[in-house]
């Protein structure tokens, strides 16, 4: 196997106790854990990992190496690799390949030495991985299948799929239950505002926020706004969305008209170049922009930059650009999403839900995958439940059952 | 034709200005009733409606009618029939076959009577209407298809279909996201406090309310419940929906533990006896009891009316019933669904969508509906986006439309 | 005594029903009831009501009675005074002067009946009946004092104190915490949109509601807006409280700017002809218009129905107003208070909370007015604390005390 | 005037930057800054400022001087102090007596040091510089009088003047609605949330928080609970704060019944040793505790780090104490004030408000003081309107005034 990349071995006593802390606060993974050392599901197995490379994710790798796996583990977003966590997943005995700061092209090298474990499984987030493995014929043979974490993997591994051109099946993780109404929804809902506050001080309250984007994450982002006490814009292509969106207590506009009645600006969209030249035109003086979607460049940083007179660090994770005619607008988190830029990302009990989905998945792949078509799959039902069960049960909540007179009512229907 | 049946013709003003009324507040229906009579898409088409008969839906027969149909009502509740509105429709010309307050046995007929039309096309609310078509197989030649308002037909249907007994298509406007996400979350989340409000003149805020069932009406039960001030505790047999209840600020545990702490208690679940005579015997004195579901006998009504020493009303739509041992629970509108027993049903905007899938995928099925395999469908997706679009217009919203790079964008993930 | 002045003495079952349930809902006074009755601290005094004449107000006036006192009642609006009640509180001995729909000089003319009771203590609502004590001096000897429900009244009896011609003591129920933070901001929040949507069968979610001032009412009537989905505009002339309704997520602007936005606009100002000419020229098509302050002139409806072209009822409370251009306006409840107008007033268990300050407080002045100088007076501490505690007691919720080491520190600032 | 006390005046432009930030995010402040430099009406005087030392007190302080005072300024929070900012006000030419981190008795000693400047103004929080004041009865023939910032410090003003032992003339600021409507209810009920999630990386809806009194400040601190999703549970030992908190949809109940259903407890009471040891026996594994009020041993800290059996720490801000029976209870920021410990402190808009009364009172008192008594004075009416429209101006928005008929009507009831 391929040496370890990892910067600074130094720092694994660090990482180490944010891996502790994040354990503490992931009942689900920690049950998983215990069941997967208890039944070696994983035994034999190859695994890579490509996601955040930050605690939470370390702390799936290692229930992964627990369930019997030889795991490799390599980051998805140079911006969100912890170094610390690096050092201590390695010190731990897994392969390791990241760097926080990494260039596009090492991140691209890193996922090639992890992939050279000849992986029978990946846990993918965005669908780089994927990409490359179909790049490597070589490795094919081996793969047993794959997990999507988002949103864009999900919509990458389909358009492959409809190609004839996906080489084995993928777990669509973002389609559970259990993903989208709680990481999308209240995980990105509450971490975006966590970054905002911690990036400027400043209150929320008050302010008039335009939200770009009404999906999941959206949806999640312009309620906590709400909750948080301000008044909430939403600018949207599909009406269906839109409409939802104004019997939520939102106003919708174009997004021209929203631009100039904004203090903030967050983008939640997934579409490169959402807010654009014409709009950042239309912006007031003092505006601040940040996003919150998959890609850096929803907001057009490349023009804002190219045509601001001054640009200069105002906070840590603030820089502010003078635009030709005196107003200042305010970039967070360099336009990077700005609950990894400005935050530590997701919940721990967030990121629980969406990892043991993975864990679980993994596990559905070792033993059902050979038997699955090269195919886009939704995760089965039967581990959405699952999950929520344990989740439940790790907020100590009991919940009823149907009675069998009950379950006789309703199949009555059905029969 | 069968000669109408119509209690109160003399009431026919007062229904007129009922139907004036809704009108004046149902943008969408009112464009497509100019569309329809520009372009007659139903000339020619026999069409049988049986949803609650009141104001809104007697603008929807009309609808139809002005497209070029012959229409025949009949109601879908007794409970919810208006009289006035019957008369009103006769005298518009309409086939009439409903009163308030009929037998089981004379709902019934009055379905009879109308099917004696010999529809093309049929609106149906629970599925009794495609019940009864299915028992006359004479009929079943003209039948071109059906349309479906609610998740109990949309479970029957589905039913049908899958033992291979569904003799025409029946598309089903439940499952599509202009219904589900505004009928059921807004429509009933706020019809139901209008009814419970009305019925008690009782205070919201403070309270705890215990919501039984967070499909989409108990969830937009429960959000309404608190945005009016009260602590909400949601009983739900699905981990998944009870996990979201948690995530969304509720309490969630079991019924029977959650019945003492309840001031109101209301079952939104679709199950029957879902308050049966353990939960009863739980409840502390004065405990207020609501069904906001489909079927009157969610609460187990027959038993709190057996088991009662004392039963008496104590305000319009409130009945008291003294238990054995003293306490005192309060039923409001007899058990039957409380937003149309205690109040007007849901508000007039909302039905304009619900009711714009129907006169639009009615019309899908006049001109499509041959070529259709006898199955339940989705509504076409281009359906749910034209009603988005006029409940925009309608409210006087413009929105975005992506750029022809966003879409090449977008798109390049899918080539 | 004056012979009863009772429209309709042979409504008294349904006035008693009403009563009876107002009583279940109502445990502070019925606590009260009780300690009245063993304790009889109002025996030989004679007690004039002029309240809002509904069972709420009957269970008080029944409560005084309990306490040994000689009670006459009338009304303080004509639109909310019921004559069932009012026939069922004359069956149980007390002396009723009030009918539905009387016009101003009979109103007049029934308060000057109660007043021939010569009365110890006064209750009043608006200050109507304090002006008319004062322009009978003969009256004045026996007078111990008065209890003053709302701000109108309020400063009406500041004034004459400011003035030197106060005659008697006042007690300010309504600057009671026990009383706005839970009957302006709860009573009056919920009840205007119980009033509003039993009038309109509309939805308020994705409506934009212009609130025109943000008192404690008005902040009650927005913040439910909000919480049924509202998109809320507050206009208000005082700086702080525009500027703390921004920070509450609302928009602010001037009037005549947000009228063109308004889907519902709602007055809660106590200044006659909040909503002017020019502004019912700035309102777009069927937009709805309603009260709900204590002024049936807050709208200028004067001026609405002037210069309207047409003008006819739509719906039970709710008149179209045509104008020369051609747009509809839909005015509620004819201007009234809309919750009295159009609903039932407040929630009973508002009610407890203002009635038991009542009770008390005319115990209070019976027990101590002699030694109170003729001002303006604030109802002491004691009182608000003590309802308070019936309430959480009613509510079944227990609270801790200070423990003697805290209550040391406590102090310990203020040695 | 004594040499400054300044740690780190290498870190000056860091806290240049900081100044800087929070200047373009004081819009209030900015303009009393022209307008104080034009007019200069603290020509002459001295100023003493103790309130917590980070940039935007340092703000507050240059615009004293911007008026024409010599400005010395100290802490009143060695955990509140900024090291970077010391030094770039020190830069400034003002005097600087702190020192993050400083011993109680260093706090003391810079206090003395700032008040051998002799001030004729004291700007105060919590109560501390005004005491040291009456230690020296040299200094009071100078002095013209104090604003005092919070709660705490204004039971200790009314507690001297009730005494008869204040010397000079005390505004109180915590007192102004545009103090505590902003700077309590949003700036703490926004900024302990930003401290907690920043300490923690943990999901805050779906979680069980325990918030102990509910004042201004922990009213908006139980609100944005809500708002992220959170159930409430507040402990208060006020019946009609304790009643205020039910009717907002938040649960009540005795703390110790409170306790082992908490994910999260939150002090906010000004008592010390509200969280005490039978309350920490009875919470469960895994329970955060934090605390959001002035003193730094609401939390009996001392008690939990001696009964603990292990102690470490478990992420920055977060120390875990592992108990005798095995649980662990993690402790937010040493139990020290959470938003100002593992955050930023209030929002800069907020205190923006807050230091715009100061700024104001220090003017009024500079003017007028030498007329008022010594005494504890509430802020003008007119300072408070003043402000608000500031504020409102600050963010764009206008407002209507009443007309002359309207100020006509309302004053014809004060005729």
């Given amino acids: 196997m391929q040496p370890n990349v990892v910067a600074h071995p130094e720092w694994a006593a660090e990482g180490t106790q944010r891996i502790d802390w ?12 215990e069941e997967f050392r208890a039944q070696q599901p994983l035994a034999g197995k190859r695994v890579v990992v490509s996601v955040h490379l930050e605690a939470k994710t370390a702390y799936l ?3 992964l190496r627990a369930g019997g796996a030889e795991v490799a583990v390599t980051g998805s977003n140079p911006e969100s690799t912890k170094d610390d966590v690096v050092a201590a997943l390695a010190e731990e005995g897994l392969h390791l390949y990241a760097r926080h700061g990494a260039t596009p092209e090492e991140m691209r090298r890193y996922m090639g030495l992890a992939l050279d474990l000849s992986p029978h499984l990946v846990i993918d987030d965005g669908g780089d991985l994927v990409e490359l493995l179909h790049e490597r014929p070589e490795l094919l043979p081996d793969v047993i299948g794959a997990c999507e974490e988002t949103t864009s993997g999900v919509m990458r591994a389909r358009a492959r799929a409809r190609a004839g051109q996906l080489a084995f ?5 973002n389609e559970a239950r259990c993903k989208y109404l709680f990481d999308n929804v209240h995980g990105t809902g509450q971490s975006v505002w966590d970054g905002v506050m911690r990036a400027t001080n400043l209150v929320v309250a008050g302010k008039t926020v335009v939200v ?8 999640g982002v312009a309620t906590r706004a709400q909750g948080l006490g301000a008044r909430v814009i939403v600018c949207e292509v599909d009406p269906v969305k839109a409409a939802d969106a ?5 106003q919708v506009m174009p997004l021209l008209e929203a631009c100039p009645q904004a203090d903030l600006v967050l983008t939640v969209t997934g579409i490169r170049h959402t807010l654009r030249p014409e709009h950042l035109a239309a912006l007031r003086d003092n505006t601040l922009l940040a996003n919150a979607g998959h890609f ?9 930059r190219s045509e ?3 640009c200069r660090p105002l906070r840590t994770h603030v820089e502010g650009f003078r635009m030709p005619d005196g107003r200042w607008l305010h970039l967070l988190g360099g336009g990077n999403i700005v609950n990894i830029s400005c935050a530590d990302g997701h919940p721990a009990e967030i990121m629980d839900t969406s990892f043991a989905l993975q864990a679980l998945s993994v596990r559905h792949l070792a033993e059902h995958g050979a038997s699955l078509p090269p195919d886009a799959h939704l995760v089965p039902e039967a581990i959405d439940q699952r999950v929520a069960e344990l989740k439940l049960a790790g907020s100590r909540i ?4 149907l009675t069998p007179d009950q379950v006789a009512y309703r199949d009555g229907w059905e029969a």
Avoid: F
């Fill in 61 to 63: 790798a290692l229930v």
């Fill in 246 to 250: 104004l019997m939520n207590g939102c």
């Fill in 22 to 33: 994040v354990r503490r606060n992931m009942p689900i993974l920690r049950q998983l854990e």
């Fill in 398 to 401: 009991r919940i009823d059952t």
């Fill in 296 to 304: 850096w460049d929803e907001i057009d940083v490349t023009h804002l």
């Fill in 169 to 173: 099946p993928v777990l669509l993780i």
């Fill in 212 to 219: 770009i984007g009404y999906g999941w994450c959206g949806k």
């Fill in 308 to 310: 601001a007179v001054e």
